[in-house]
């Protein structure tokens, strides 16, 4: 991609010290957006738009939970004009919380809407298009006719936004891209951001500007790139509107969670993002807290620790491209990226100890087995077990404990950078050599560089962490160290919402641009009940106080690269998140779709709540599960429709023959 964007500098203000992108204001009723002002956070109703009471009801305890602007879809004229009904009713209850009116496919809907509300979306996707999924070719003159076509439909929109005040977000979605620009760019980052700017620059043509873009994917590496390219690109052509950011489809729960922070706070580690919107397949009110704790992670962040600047980047951050490493053990090279659960705290009295990290003893038969999301190495400080633990698990000890085992072939030393330069003893096989960006000199290069037993364990304890660490990389690739690498992360005195929040970021946004053959997380006095967010009656706790932390712990970090697609251990989801448009309780099938399919390890499955937009939106799953009438449910391999409006009770046993049929069922332990 690199050779189609021109004049690359950074998509952001810095690599290595935090600062916001500034973007320009756009009003949207009496809360602007961009500029200096803070990173609003909006969301977006479920309920039938037509059901004025409940839309409003929603609205409110929405805007209770921390959002500053709602959304609420108007699939056609009178969805759109009820708009006006929901309006009064906010404003008699004393609500004045700026409406955005959701549009795909209906023009006459936008026409509508955008003499009511403050702002409306549109999908260029959709907007003048009908997506056939078809592969069709367009010569120069025929795709210049689309562009004819599309001004003429978008024109009259533009103007009533002028006329009444009103903002526009162009939002364009990876999963629903339309033909033409399937055709000329594919479904890439470039593509939709090309998407976007067609219709930017029949904005720009009739003198509007109220204009924010958004570039939303399921995959969160997708998503990020597509930002970036999209600022490349603003710079470029002289805009710089502001941003709307997040993950759409991400499912819900922990996982739904996880994949919005990584792909969320990917983008606001580098001060991009002017709004956040967390898509959950939850009521919506549960989704405004999980943006404010993302956001409000950045309020002091200028007030970190100076990190080394970078002249060159010596990775391509608009393409995925996997950093090469050398193989150690099993550790770098072409494996995937390894977990290592830390319990070097932990009690540990015998071998069904470690059943909470998904290691299973059976005494009866002297046998381990072990469930998919099991660590590969186990990091146990300064104490050994009173077992011997399974062949294929690393231990890890520290250097100075391992110096006097005596059998030094039951694990291996974890060494500070110091104590590696000097050390007389080390294993023959693997030694893992903590270091910090700082421990990065010449001498250490010398050492590490040429040694096929060392596994860096890079760690940070600056507050601009995932910069840092990221600098820590670009200097290992300008140096040419190809010593995989581990990343670590230690958190203390936060809650455990936070911690899965934190650590998605901070390592998901390393994994997405390529770096990492391993994550650890480490923590000091996490607090399992959410004190410290105990004023939002909204934020929901998934962590049962009775679990042990380590578990937690290693079911985010398997969570982390499933989520940045680097590592999959279970089966995937693609909710959408729900709207007026949804034709049956998404959250109830999902969980009824979980129950039975979170066996099959690596098949997306989608489930979406109406066949409008469903389909297009589906991205890249592998089934689609998709509303299509009242009770009715028609099933897709791909994006090819198998099944038309069965009846919804029918419906999961259906999706599952259709598996098997492809042979990707496997029976439940
Ligand atoms: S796919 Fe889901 S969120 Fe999107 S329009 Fe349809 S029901 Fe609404």
Redesign the pocket.
């Known amino acids: 991609m690199l050779d189609t964007i021109k004049n690359i500098k950074t998509y952001c203000n810095s690599l290595t010290i935090y600062s916001r992108y500034k973007t320009r204001e756009v009003n949207i009723g009496d809360i602007p957006l961009g500029g200096d002002n803070p990173i609003r956070i909006q969301s977006?109703t479920t309920t039938n738009t037509m059901d004025t009471i409940a839309t409003v009801e929603q609205t409110i305890r929405m805007v209770e939970s921390g959002c500053e602007y709602v959304r609420i879809?108007a699939?056609s004229k009178l969805e759109a004009q009820n708009l006006a009904e929901i309006k009064k009713e906010l404003n008699k209850r004393g609500c004045k919380v700026p409406l955005i009116a959701?549009i795909?496919f209906t023009p006459n809907a936008a026409e509508i809407a955008a003499r009511i509300v403050e702002k409306v979306r549109v999908n260029p996707g959709n907007y003048a298009d009908k997506k056939k999924f078809q592969s069709l070719e367009y010569s120069d003159t025929e795709y210049n006719a689309e562009i004819d076509r599309i001004r003429e439909k978008f024109v009259p929109l533009v103007k009533v936004c002028k006329e009444y005040g009103t903002a526009m977000r162009i939002g364009t979605n990876h999963g629903s891209l339309s033909d033409r620009i399937m055709s000329r760019y594919g479904d890439t980052p470039l593509g939709m951001v090309e998407s976007a700017l067609e219709f930017v620059r029949i904005c720009e043509d009739l003198n509007y500007y109220n204009i924010v873009l958004s570039m939303k994917a399921s995959n969160p590496k997708i998503m990020v790139q597509a930002y970036r390219v999209l600022i490349e690109k603003m710079e470029s052509e002289g805009m710089s509107y502001p941003l709307h950011i997040g993950v759409t489809?991400a499912g819900g729960g922990e996982d739904g969670r996880i994949k919005s922070a990584l792909g969320i706070g990917a983008l606001l580690e580098d001060g991009i993002g002017d709004t956040v919107r967390v898509s959950l397949t939850e009521n919506p009110e549960f989704e405004a807290p999980v943006a404010i704790q993302l956001v409000n992670r950045y309020k002091n962040r200028s007030e970190h620790k100076p990190i080394k600047p970078v002249e060159e980047i010596p990775y391509d951050p608009y393409n995925y491209t996997k950093r090469h490493s050398f193989e150690v053990s099993g550790i770098g090279g072409s494996n995937v990226p390894r977990v290592i659960s830390d319990l070097s705290k932990q009690e540990i009295k015998d071998a069904s100890d470690l059943s909470v990290i998904g290691y299973y003893y059976n005494p009866s038969t002297d046998k381990w087995s072990m469930n998919d999301s099991a660590p590969d190495m186990i990091y146990l400080g300064n104490k050994e077990l009173p077992f011997d633990i399974p062949s294929g698990l690393k231990a890890i000890y520290g250097f100075e404990f391992w110096k006097q085992l005596e059998d030094k072939s039951k694990g291996y030393p974890l060494f500070y950078a110091s104590e590696y330069s000097k050390a007389e003893s080390k294993s023959d096989i693997l030694n893992l050599v903590s270091i910090y960006l700082d421990d990065l000199n010449k001498n250490l290069i010398e050492k590490i560089k040429n040694d096929k037993a060392v596994v860096l364990v890079l760690e940070t304890n600056n507050i601009h962490g995932m910069p840092e660490q990221r600098r820590a990389f670009m200097e290992l690739l300008l140096q040419k160290i190809e010593n995989p690498v581990i990343i670590k992360r230690t958190y203390s005195d936060i809650s455990i919402d936070d911690l899965r929040l934190y650590s998605s970021t901070d390592l998901g946004a390393l994994l997405i641009d390529g770096f990492g053959d391993g994550v650890w997380v480490n923590t000091k006095n996490i607090q399992f009940d959410s004190s410290q967010n105990k004023d939002n009656i909204y934020v929901k706790n998934y962590t049962k106080n009775s679990e042990k932390i380590e578990k937690v712990i290693n079911r985010i970090l398997f969570g982390i690269l499933q989520a940045a697609r680097v590592r999959i251990s279970k089966t995937e989801y693609i909710a959408?998140?729900?709207?007026?448009?949804?034709?049956f309780d998404?959250q109830e099938t999902t969980d009824m779709i979980r129950k039975r399919t979170e066996h099959l390890k690596g098949v997306k499955i989608a489930i979406?709540?109406?066949i409008?937009?469903?389909p297009g939106?589906m991205a890249d799953a592998d089934y689609g599960y998709v509303?299509s009438g009242v009770g009715k449910i028609s099933l897709y391999r791909g994006k090819e429709i198998v099944k038309r409006n069965i009846k919804s009770e029918n419906a999961v046993d259906s999706l599952i023959e259709l598996i098997k049929e492809d042979n990707n069922w496997i029976e439940p332990a």
């Not at 959408?576 to 034709?583: D, E, Y």
């Open positions: 977006m879809t699939p959701d795909h489809e959408c998140p729900s709207c007026g448009r949804t034709l998404l979406m709540g109406c409008v937009n469903g939106e509303g």
